[in-house]
Nanobody
């Protein structure tokens, strides 16, 4: 398994930007598909973005497409989520997750498929 720690959350005005980071420990990070999810108060957890361990396959939720970008640096064992043009409806706790897999292009949009989760970081978009 991979241990994950998110950072970079905070309070930002609508239209602003934040960059979330997820630092991983463990030898399997470079063979792990990574995902970002979020959960707003009173709502179910929802998929945000996912990237294969090769980096060659990426998928976004429609609600964030064009505004959020997932990337990874396997040398630093870190995955990133720069978020631009933030909206109040983006307010949530954001979680990163890892799924160890032999498949270099595999991506996962279902949270139940992930092996490891971080503790989450709060993002609040408000004026």
């Amino acid at each position: 398994q991979v241990e994950l720690v998110e950072s970079g959350g905070g309070l930002v005005q609508p239209g602003g930007s934040l960059r979330l980071s997820c630092a991983a420990s463990g030898r399997t990070f470079s063979r792990s598909a990574m995902g970002w999810f979020r959960q707003a108060p009173g709502k179910e957890r929802e998929f945000v973005a996912t990237m294969s361990w090769s980096g060659g396959n990426i998928h976004y939720a429609d609600s964030v497409k064009g505004r959020f970008t997932i990337s990874r640096d396997n040398a630093k064992n870190t995955v990133y989520l720069p978020m631009n043009s933030l909206k109040p409806e983006d307010t949530a706790v954001y979680y990163c997750a890892a799924k160890t897999t032999y498949l270099s292009t595999a991506i996962y949009t279902n949270g139940a498929e992930y092996d490891s989760w971080g503790q989450g970081t709060q993002v609040t978009v408000s004026s």
